[in-house]
């Protein structure tokens, strides 16, 4: 086909090829027939088409906004991937079931026959269970991070683990161990049970990892949930900078896990070993999971992140007021 621009006539052939095509649905075949042309000649037209410029393609959607703001956060965050849903205002746990919903979807288009996933306990974990469909079974294997803490349904991982395998048509390897030990020798020695080691083994090569981040204020906040704290010692921690829970281990604004003696008797695997982890997803929503969120950013913990878009702005302007600080 010469590159000379068509004349009127080949111009408007042209165009009405396009416009049966690309508009109004007909095979190539169908256009040849209707405007009494050879197959041939019509797929050399659409070719000539595309070569001119004739064809553009423009897809419009009225969450375009969330769409920019997703590749604003990973152009200035650590992530590789970032899903924003709408904030259902005045109702967290819509926002949560929207936000749990998305995680959902992004898991199943990231999820692979002979997966392992690895789960923390928490709402937000709970949520993307719930919100999980699929017509087609996965041949994957499901393990807890952590152990357990038994009581309420977002609490007890090991229940999580079980449904989420069920949902997906898989298996799930349990941790048949408390949560929090007694000490920090009989967290040692749990450790080495070999049912628990052999999961956390499993665990720290999962190919996809779904945690919940954790706030320590008192609204909203899972990780008392798992541990009653008293009121003296949520003070201490505010002092000690404290700001976030992950992987049920306390950690500081940076990211660093803190010397809070609770952490040395956690049957969990602790959030340095999410590097063996192919994929690690967070998953949160709500004013009081921004500080969370930013400091296991700051940590280097995630590689995608799932939130809603009230969260997301406050993490963003976080970053960017201690950015002009520092």
């Given amino acids: 086909m010469s590159d000379i621009a068509p004349n009127y006539e080949t111009a408007r052939q042209i165009h009405a090829v396009l416009v049966l095509h690309f508009i109004e649905g007909l095979k190539q075949a169908e256009i040849a027939a209707k405007l009494n042309l050879s197959s041939s000649k019509v797929n050399r037209l659409i070719a000539q088409g ?7 393609i423009d897809i419009e959607s009225r969450f375009q906004h969330l769409i920019d703001f997703e590749n604003r956060m990973i152009e200035q965050t650590s992530l590789t991937d970032a899903v924003i849903t709408p904030t259902a205002s005045g ?6 079931q929207q ?3 998305a995680a959902a979807n992004l898991l199943l288009e990231n999820l692979r026959d002979g997966d392992v996933i ?3 306990g928490g709402k937000a974990i709970s949520a993307v269970v719930e919100n999980l469909k699929t017509d087609t079974p996965r041949d994957v294997t499901i393990v807890p991070l952590t152990g357990g803490v038994q009581g309420k349904y977002f609490t007890d991982v090991n229940h999580l683990a079980t449904q989420l395998a069920e949902r997906l048509g898989g298996k799930a390897t349990l941790v048949h161990a408390p949560l929090f030990a007694d000490s920090r020798a009989q967290r040692d020695m749990l450790l080495e049970v070999g049912p628990v080691r052999e999961a956390f083994g499993i665990a720290r090569k999962a190919d996809i990892a779904l945690l919940g981040i954790g706030s320590i204020q008192p609204t909203g906040s899972s990780y008392y949930d798992l541990n009653p704290v008293p009121e003296a010692d949520r003070k201490m921690l505010v002092g000690m900078g404290v700001v976030a829970e992950l992987l049920a281990h306390l950690i500081r604004d940076d990211g660093v896990v803190a010397d809070y003696p609770l952490n040395h008797r956690l049957v969990a695997l602790d959030p340095g070993s999410l590097a063996g982890c192919g994929r690690v997803i967070g998953i949160a929503t709500g004013p009081e999971k921004a500080r969370p969120i930013r400091a296991a950013l700051s940590g280097g913990y995630l590689n995608a992140l799932v939130v809603d878009e009230e969260t997301a702005r406050m993490v963003l302007e976080m970053k960017e007021n201690s950015n002009n600080v520092a």
Avoid: E, Q, S, Y
């Fill in 118 to 120: 690895a789960i923390t």
């Fill in 99 to 101: 936000v749990g919903r």
């Fill in 91 to 96: 109702n967290p746990d819509t926002t949560l």
């Fill in 50 to 56: 595309r070569k001119m410029g004739m064809l553009k």
